[in-house]
C-alpha cells in the first residue's frame, strides 16, 4: 500500500515591507497624511505622526495604530521653524530608540488666491511650509540617517501641479514643482550618506465632502482618468511604502506620478 504524501506546510506570511524602520510622517493627522502613516504601519513600520494643530486628529491616527498592533507617537512641531524642524526628527529618532529611517514629507497648505491679489505675505506661507520645511526636515533627517547602519529614505509629497498649474494655485504650484527639484537634488546629495530621496506626485484625491463642494470639478476628473475614479489615501501610501522599502533600493531621484493616469491624457 502506496503511503500518502505527507502534506506541505502552508506558506509562512510574506515579511512586512517595513518591518523594523522608523518613520516620521508629517502632517499626518488628516486626509493624505493619515493615508500614508496607516500604510507604513500596516507595513510593520513604527511611525511618528506629525501635526501642528490638528492634534485630536493625530491621536486618533496613532491610535488607530495601536489599535491594530503596531507602535506610534504623536509629536507637535510647526515646520516653518528651521529649530522646530530639528526638534521633531531628533524627538522622532529618540522614541524610534535613536533611529529614524524613514521620513514622509507631506505636510502642507493650498489655499486659493489669484496672483493680481496676491501679497507677499500670502506667498511665503505656501512656499515656507510647502518647500523651505521640506528643505529643513530633510537636512535634519539627513543628519541623523547618516549616521546610522543603512542609511534611510526620505519621500515629499509633490503634486502633479508640480507641471499643470491651476488658476488660483500659483503659490501652491511653484512651492510643490520646487519639491520635486530639491529631491532630486537632494538624492543626487545625500546619496554618498546612503540616503534615498524621492518624490509623489498625486492627483485628486478624495475625502470627505469633496464630491459635494465642488461637483462639477469631480466630474471632470473622473472623465479625464483612465482609471475611472478619484485617488485614495491609501494610494498615495502606497506609492510611499514601495520608496521606503528595499523594492526600491536602487530608486533615487524619482517623481512617481499617482493620478490615475490623468496627466497621461493629451491635453489638445
Known sequence: MTPSPTPSPPPSPSPRLLAGQVALVTGAG???????ALRFAEEGAAVAVHCRTAVEAARDVAERIRDRGGRATVL?????DEDACRRLTEEAADWGGGRLTAL????????LRELPGMT???WREVVDTNLTGVFACTQAAARIMRDQDGGGTVTHIASIEAGAPAPAHAHYSASKAAVVMHARSAALEYGPWGIRVNSV???LIDREGL?????EGVRRWRRAAPAGRLGRPEDVGDACVFLASRLASWVTGHDLVVDGGVTARPSW
Open 211 to 215: 464630491a459635494e463642494a465642488w461637483p
Open 201 to 203: 506626485s498625486p492627483g
Open 120 to 122: 507677499a505675505a500670502e
Open 30 to 36: 488628516g486626509g493624505i497624511g493619515r493615508g500614508i
Open 76 to 80: 507637535r512641531a510647526d515646520l516653518t
Open 104 to 111: 514622509v514629507n507631506n505636510a502642507g497648505v493650498q489655499p
